[in-house]
């Protein structure tokens, strides 16, 4: 079956860099995008970005150019978001989402397994 | 960035009922429309794709509908579990955005 796994809650200080990580299981990981999507306190779902983990392309939502980095590493079937330059407005839960769409295949895309969510607090 | 709007904001209603939830875009996104569902504390589940398509292990009492720039969400009869907050997402492009969510309360 398949499932991901997140990386556990983060405190950091404004400022700081955050690495969250995403480990696959149960399906081929380099066949589907791996999407990043964040919720802080109380609000709606955010999409961030997501990762083509066979090539390693990114495409990045706007608001998070220049901060945020989508890797992956095959060997172990993780991916990795890193968000750069914390800000207190960064506090939010974090998650990996699955495309249920292959990424050879034809079709619309949709996130169709996530993992648990980690918490990244910033806080002075 | 398209953007995506739901009404209402939030929605109160008894077991039993039937509920329809709205999104609208702000262009034509075809049916890449997707529905989730979210429930306190934990991750977002799919519930419908492509605007009507049910996604494996929901109930059918839920359906989606619509294509272009409107589209709904019908439960059909309110279950207890049901009791949630629900969000569209277009994933016609990036920034695959969602809505702001619609929150189903017990009446």
């Known amino acids: 079956q398949v499932q991901l796994v997140q990386s556990g809650a983060e405190v950091k200080k404004p400022g700081a860099s955050v690495k969250v990580s995403c480990k696959a299981s149960?399906?081929?990981?380099?066949?589907?995008?791996m999407h990043w999507v964040r919720q802080a306190p109380g609000q709606g779902l955010e999409w961030m970005g997501r990762?083509?983990?066979?090539?390693?392309?990114?495409n990045y939502a706007q608001k998070f150019q220049g901060r945020v980095t989508m890797t992956r590493d095959t060997s172990i079937s993780t991916a990795y978001m890193e968000l750069s330059r914390l800000r207190s407005d960064d506090t939010a839960v974090y998650y990996c989402?699955?495309?249920?769409?292959?990424?050879?295949?034809?079709?619309?895309?949709?996130?169709?397994?996530w993992g648990q969510g980690t918490l990244v607090t910033v806080s002075s | 960035d398209i953007q995506m709007t739901q009404s209402p904001s939030s929605l109160s209603a008894s077991v039993g009922d039937r509920v329809t939830i709205t999104c609208r875009a702000s262009?034509?996104?075809?049916?890449?429309l997707n529905w989730y569902q979210q429930k306190p504390g934990k991750a977002p589940k799919l519930l419908i794709y492509?605007?009507?398509s049910l996604q494996s292990g929901v109930p059918s009492r839920f359906s989606g509908s619509g294509s272009g720039t409107d589209f709904t969400l019908t439960i059909s009869s309110l279950q207890p579990e049901d009791f949630a907050t629900y969000y569209c997402q277009q994933s016609y492009s990036t920034p695959h955005t969602f809505g702001q969510g619609t929150r189903l309360e017990i009446k």
């Open positions: 492509a605007a009507s």
């Open positions: 262009q034509s996104i075809s049916s890449y």
């Open positions: 990762i083509n983990p066979n090539s390693g392309g990114t």
């Open positions: 989402a699955r495309d249920g769409r292959s990424i050879r295949g034809n079709g619309p895309y949709y996130f169709d397994y």
């Open positions: 149960g399906y081929t990981f380099t066949g589907y995008y």
